[in-house]
C-alpha cells in the first residue's frame, strides 16, 4: 500500500524544530511520507538528522510585501498540483491565508490548518482593513470538505466561528503545542540569591517586554542586588520587534539582563524563580508558560488571549491587566518575599502541566485528526 504524503507547512525550520517536530517524526512512524516545507534558515541538517525530508520554501513570515506574498502562494501552488498531496498541515495564519488558497486550488483531499495565535494583526480591539482581507480569503478556502482547523485558546476558535470563517463542525480544540514532562521534569525552587525572574521569548513589544522592564524599576529601590531580571530571546524582524540598540539601553547587564537567544533554556528555567510573561500579543498558549508550569515555576502573566489558560489565578500564579506595570510589579512583590509561595504555586504549575499540556497527548490527537481526514 502507498503512504499517504502528508506535507507540514511552517515559517521556519527552528519554529518547526521547538514546536512541531514530535508530531511529523511520530507521524512518520504511523505509516505517513512526511515533508517538511518551511524556509531554512541554517537547521535543515537537525530536521533531516529526525528521518525527515525538509523543502525550502520562499516566505517572509513577517512581511506584507505584496511581491514576497504572491512568491509563497505561488511556490505552494505549484508544489500542490505537482506532487499531489494527501494531506497538508498549515501551521500558522500565513501558511493557513495561502496554503489553504493553494490546496483549494490544487484539490488537496486533505487540509489541516492549525491556529497558533493571530499575533500582531488581530492585536487591536477590532480587526482592521488587513485583517478582515485575510479572514475573507481564509473563509473561502475553508469552504470545503476534508478540513480540520486546530485551535489552542477558545477567543480564537469563537471569533473563526463567529464570522463563519468555519464551521462548528471543522473545528478541533488542542491546548497549545505540549511539553515533553519527562524532558522537562518538575524542579523544586533553586532557593539562594539572587532571586531570577526569567522571560522567554522574541522581542517583540507586544510580548510585554517594555511593561516587565518598567515592573523591574519600580522593583529596583528595593530589590536591586537581591533580585535579576533575565530577558531571554532573539531579535525579531517583526515591526513590533525591539531594536538591539533599544535593549541594550534598558539593559544594565546586572539587574536586568538580556541574553538575546539561548539554546539551554530548560537549564535557565530551573535556576530561575519566577516566569514573568505580561504579553498583550494576540498568543496561542505560550510555550514559555507551558514550559515554566512543568518545571515548576510560578507564573505572572496577564489576562490576555492565550496566556490566562496557563494561570489558575492565586494557583499557580497570577494573572494581570494587560499594560499595568504596576499591578505586576506587585504580584512579583509577593512571590520574591515568600518562597513558601512559590514552592506552592510551582507545583500546582506542574499539576496542570501533567492534566493539560502532555506532549504525549497533543501528538496522539494531532494522529487521530491525520487518520480521520485520510481514512485510516
Known sequence: MTRPRLYMVVNEDRFFLSHR??????????????????????????????????????????????????????????????????????????????????????????????????????????????????????????????????????????LFTRHHIVREDQCAFIKGSGVDLNRLAYTPDPGGSPIRIIFTARMVKEKGILVLIEAAERLRGDMEGKVEFILCGDLSANPKAISRAELESLCDGHYIQWLGYRSDVRQLLEQSHIMAFPSYYREGVPKSLIEACAIGRPIVTTLSYGCKDTVVDGENGFLVPTHDSVALAERLRLLIDDADLRVRMGRKGREKAEREFSLTDVVKRHIEIYNDLCGR
Open 21 to 158: 517536530k514530535e508530531i511529523a517524526v511520530e507521524a512518520q512512524n504511523r505509516g505517513y511520507d512526511v515533508l517538511v516545507v518551511c524556509k531554512d534558515t541554517g537547521r535543515r541538517k537537525e530536521v533531516e538528522d529526525l528521518g525527515l525530508r525538509m523543502l525550502d520554501m520562499p516566505i517572509n513570515p513577517t512581511g506584507t510585501a505584496l511581491r514576497e506574498e504572491r512568491l509563497t502562494y505561488k511556490f505552494l501552488l505549484k508544489l500542490y498540483r505537482r506532487d499531489k498531496p494527501d494531506l497538508v498541515h498549515h501551521v500558522g495564519l500565513k501558511n493557513i491565508l495561502w496554503g489553504g488558497l493553494a490546496a483549494k486550488r490544487a484539490k488537496v483531499p486533505g487540509v489541516v490548518n492549525a491556529v497558533s495565535g493571530l499575533g500582531v494583526l488581530f492585536s487591536g480591539k477590532k480587526p482592521g482593513m488587513m485583517a478582515r482581507i485575510v479572514m475573507s480569503v481564509i473563509k473561502y478556502s475553508c469552504r470545503r470538505e476534508g478540513l480540520t482547523v486546530i485551535f489552542q485558546n477558545h477567543e480564537d476558535q469563537n
